[in-house]
């Protein structure tokens, strides 16, 4: 093979995406639920976080919604948050399937029609999560429809996050 053409092919393939310990990608969404109130990735310094990439129409993204509610409910909202991105072409979906498995609101969402956080993170498949330190690095990197075995492995490691 070519040695220009392999040469490019690397490059490709090593194209720059989060990784672990790479810091969170910096955001400013607005709320789902106030389209006028913004939030940035800055409201969430010295926190752990998990964010959740997802859209109503993604089977995965439905699936794992209630077990996210039940997990967010297990744990001090002032040390550890879920924070959902939702890409949906209309906002009222995603409101509409949360008004179903999420009536307290209590995860807090944001609405991404253009996608930046998908792009940012370069996810590779929906839905796609980031689990988050307290200094604002990424700890773990979970591609897939969280279940309930894999919501318990999250809790431990939440649990060695917010010790540190």
Known sequence: ????????LLALSLEAKPNVGDSMVSFELPNLYQM??????????????????WASWCGGCKEEMPL??????EFDKNKFTILLSN???????AKEFLSKVDKDKTLTCLYDQEKKLP???????MPSSYLIDKNGKIAYIFVGSLHDDKINDIKQKITLLLEK
Do not use: E, R, T
């Open 1 to 8: 093979m070519n040695k220009a053409l392999l040469s490019i």
């Open 36 to 53: 006028s109130n913004k939030v940035s990735d800055k409201s969430y310094k010295g926190k752990v976080v998990l964010v959740n990439l």
């Open 68 to 73: 996210f509610v039940k997990l967010q409910k």
């Open 87 to 93: 890409i949906d072409s209309d906002a009222n979906n």
């Open 119 to 125: 792009k940012a993170y370069k996810a590779i498949g």
